[in-house]
């Protein structure tokens, strides 16, 4: 008999509050609670295709706290990184892209915009690096909306928080009363 006291004591503040008050409050920690699940997802997975000089590169978000810059055959560099724990990156330089008709089919001038894509890489790595970071945030960002717009719609499908434990029934609200006369059609 105790326990049920007890419980009933620990509770009551809740049974307290106004069933508006009870959905609002579902619906707030429900909109917290998935948007905050949908941001870790959204972050821990982003991705996206930038250059990196004169490379292509594919930079992915990892869960290792290393900034990892793989160089195909030459190796791989790998520094700790910047980036709030536990977030690192890692950059996969793929070949410098062989486009000759861009460069008016002459391969001199195509070494050319390689050696200045280099000087530039070299001269300003954060031109590079802010390109890489605004692809990387908004591919989380995108993630993120679609993640909580799943995790949202599912929860409403399930017709979870605004009518669980609310009370409900298939009758009228209390509000809503039956008028004492019928209506009757104009004639």
Same mark, same amino acid.
Request: aromatic share 4%; net charge negative.
């Given at each position: 008999m105790d326990t049920n006291r007890t419980a009933r004591r620990r509770w009551e503040w809740w049974h307290r509050q106004t069933p508006t008050t009870r959905r609002t409050i579902r619906a707030g920690l429900a909109l917290l609670v998935t948007g905050l699940v949908a941001l870790v997802v959204g972050m821990s997975t982003a991705s996206t295709h930038s250059s990196l000089g004169p490379h292509e590169a594919d930079y992915r978000v990892t869960l290792d706290q290393q900034v990892t810059v793989e160089?195909?055959?030459l190796?791989?560099?790998?520094?700790d990184s910047p980036l709030p724990w536990p977030l690192?990156?890692?950059v996969r330089v793929e070949e410098i892209p062989s486009d000759l008709e861009a460069a008016g089919g002459n391969p001199l001038t195509g070494l050319l915009g390689d050696l200045q894509a280099y000087g530039q890489l070299?001269?300003?790595p954060e031109a590079a690096v802010a390109d890489a970071v605004r692809g990387l945030v908004g591919d989380a960002l995108g993630r993120t909306v679609v993640a909580? #717009?799943?995790m949202l719609a599912l929860? @409403? #499908?399930a017709g979870w928080p605004l009518? @669980?434990?609310s009370g409900t029934s298939s009758r009228q609200p209390s509000h809503v009363q039956a008028s004492p006369c019928s209506h009757q059609p104009r004639r």
């Amino acid at each position: 008999m105790d326990t049920n006291r007890t419980a009933r004591r620990r509770w009551e503040w809740w049974h307290r509050q106004t069933p508006t008050t009870r959905r609002t409050i579902r619906a707030g920690l429900a909109l917290l609670v998935t948007g905050l699940v949908a941001l870790v997802v959204g972050m821990s997975t982003a991705s996206t295709h930038s250059s990196l000089g004169p490379h292509e590169a594919d930079y992915r978000v990892t869960l290792d706290q290393q900034v990892t810059v793989e160089l195909g055959p030459l190796g791989a560099l790998i520094v700790d990184s910047p980036l709030p724990w536990p977030l690192g990156v890692d950059v996969r330089v793929e070949e410098i892209p062989s486009d000759l008709e861009a460069a008016g089919g002459n391969p001199l001038t195509g070494l050319l915009g390689d050696l200045q894509a280099y000087g530039q890489l070299f001269g300003e790595p954060e031109a590079a690096v802010a390109d890489a970071v605004r692809g990387l945030v908004g591919d989380a960002l995108g993630r993120t909306v679609v993640a909580w #717009s799943v995790m949202l719609a599912l929860l @409403a #499908s399930a017709g979870w928080p605004l009518t @669980a434990g609310s009370g409900t029934s298939s009758r009228q609200p209390s509000h809503v009363q039956a008028s004492p006369c019928s209506h009757q059609p104009r004639r």
